[in-house]
């Protein structure tokens, strides 16, 4: 628009007695315009005096506080250090009107906050300890209200650490701060709250610290996720070890795995939420903290199928994939446990794109004796290959031993036959056209290519029924039965009509997968 250009073009240039100009571009309630002037006067801070730099950072304000520009002006502000025009950039400009966007910025309105925690951990830089308060404010203030929306990110809730950080001279500065961040809306928050200030443990004060402890002694449903949060760490602080694990569990291996009979619900929330399993325990991003203490207890689980959380434990080892790492807790099963894992796997595999782990595989094959079983096994595998398998030809990059890659095919007679037969028709094709080339006759040549007509239609004729009566389970043989019709010399509607059954098949896929979808809802979880 022509005034917002004006006004860019007004702006670039320090200039003297237009404040009443002025008054009018900062009444302005219009984004394109604030983004430009917020452009403009960062390009033009360094060339103008105080008088006027305190005149448009006044203006600035007055923009930044209508909920429409700041929707516009914050995803400027937070990318303002990869400003590359400007080579000394006027943090003060930032540090005076995040606040303000941040507080007029509707609560429906996305915020790129890996962005915002970015660009104020990168700020403590720049700024004063009171500016850098005022912006954690405003910030603790919109998270404040989201929280009460929705669950906020891991960045988002990067409030905490920011705030540590920035008053690490001046703690006396953030005591209510941390106060009120504890008192955050809902499990989700508290926990992620706790996690990062057990982090900065050894840069709290003591105040601090007890408002902490206190916290994770009150007596509230989702108690035990919040002790869970101070234990899933790299580092755990004696007061905490003292407070929260038995006088007779210690953090060795050996002993940690016997808090799940001292204290069943706070080793159930501790290996969940190590594992980051059920969410939101992912989302929040404390899993897998603290991998020397907890890694070896879930790997004991691994050995215990009556333990409650054996498969997640499973899940969790066979996520590393790692054939070294896992075929060895594959050779410590028990017998009787060896199918229940089987099932946990072969589950894993029909639902994520891993590497094959070949030898974990055939490992957990040789350690079935029962044929029947074995062969259930090799039928389950063969009727989901859809789901594993981008073709046949990766048949070999999983399964090693050929007797069960030949018995896997008896389970596929339908993709097995138009796969061979379409093979051995289009190579008697191609040795026909070979013969027929050398022929020099005129007339036999005729006679020929009439031939190689009726021959070629009573082929696609053929591989279509064939196709219609027997239709095969796997996409890649839709594919591979495409490719050879089309080189008989098929008409394209018998193309599409193979193509469309492909579609069906990766619909049906689809389908089956969201109906078998069953998402574990974690408990004693306030939302």
């Known amino acids: 628009m ?76 937070v990318i303002f250090d990869r400003n590359q025009k400007v080579k000394n950039l006027p943090w003060i400009i930032f540090g005076t ?44 203030n919109w998270l404040e209200k989201q929280a009460t929306i929705k669950l906020p ?48 443990w050894d840069n709290l004060i003591k105040e601090e610290k007890v408002i902490i402890i206190n916290k994770l002694n009150e007596e509230r449903v989702d108690k035990y996720w919040l002790q869970a949060a101070a234990l899933i760490q790299n580092d755990i602080p004696e007061e905490l070890q003292q407070l929260l694990l038995p006088k007779e569990v210690t953090l060795d291996n050996e002993s940690l795995i016997t808090l799940d009979e001292k204290n069943n619900p706070l080793f159930l929330a501790a290996i969940q939420m190590y594992l980051g399993n059920p969410q939101p325990l992912w989302y929040l991003g404390v899993h897998h903290r603290g991998k020397k203490y907890w890694k070896p207890v879930v790997e004991k689980i691994t ?19 790692d054939d070294n790492y896992v075929v060895p807790f594959i050779k410590q099963l028990n017998h009787n446990d060896v199918e229940r894992v089987f099932e946990i796997l072969f589950e894993i595999k029909i639902n994520t794109n891993d590497n094959f782990m070949p030898n974990t595989w055939d490992a957990l094959f040789s350690r079935m004796d029962d044929p029947v079983v074995k062969s259930k096994w090799i039928e389950r595998i063969a009727l989901h290959s859809a789901y594993i398998l981008r073709d046949f030809s ?50 036999i040549l005729s006679k020929s290519n009439s031939l190689d007509t009726e021959l070629c239609d009573s082929m696609v004729k053929l591989l279509i029924e064939m196709f219609r009566k027997n239709p095969p389970c796997h996409p890649s043989t839709c594919d591979i039965l495409k490719d050879r019709i089309q080189e008989i010399n098929a008409d394209n509607l018998i193309m599409e009509e193979i193509m469309n059954y492909r579609l069906g098949l990766f619909e049906k896929m689809k389908s089956e997968k969201c109906n078998k979808t069953d998402i574990e809802k974690i408990k004693n979880w306030i939302d």
């Open 2 to 77: 022509i005034r917002s250009k004006a006004i860019n073009i007004w702006l670039k240039v320090p200039r003297d007695n237009d404040e009443n100009l002025l008054e009018q571009v900062f009444l302005e309630i219009h984004p394109a315009i604030a983004k430009n002037a917020l452009e403009s006067i960062i390009k033009v801070w360094n060339d103008c005096d105080k008088k006027r730099q305190e005149l448009l950072l006044n203006g600035l304000i007055r923009l930044a506080s209508q909920p429409a520009n700041a929707c516009l002006m914050i995803e400027d502000i």
């Open 394 to 443: 990766e048949l070999k990059e999983w399964v090693i031993d050929p007797k069960i890659q030949s018995e896997f095919f008896t389970y596929l007679k339908n993709d097995s036959n138009i796969l061979e037969i379409s093979y051995l028709l289009l190579k008697r094709l191609q040795k026909f056209k070979q013969d027929e080339a050398s022929i020099d006759d005129s007339l």
């Open 97 to 140: 009107i995040l606040p303000n966007l941040l507080d007029s910025i509707p609560d429906n309105i996305y915020i790129s906050d890996h962005r915002l925690y970015n660009i104020v951990d990168t700020s403590i830089n720049y700024l004063e300890t009171p500016m850098l308060i005022s912006i954690i404010n405003s910030w603790f």
């Open 303 to 321: 050995q215990n199928s009556s333990h409650p959380l054996f498969n997640k434990a499973w899940n969790e080892i066979y996520s590393y994939n």
């Open 153 to 200: 990110t891991d960045y988002a809730f990067g409030i905490t650490t920011i705030l540590v950080k920035a008053t690490i001279n001046q703690p006396e500065l953030r005591f209510n701060l941390i106060k009120k961040l504890l008192n955050l809306h809902g499990t989700g928050a508290a926990v992620r709250v706790i996690y990062d200030l057990v982090c900065e």
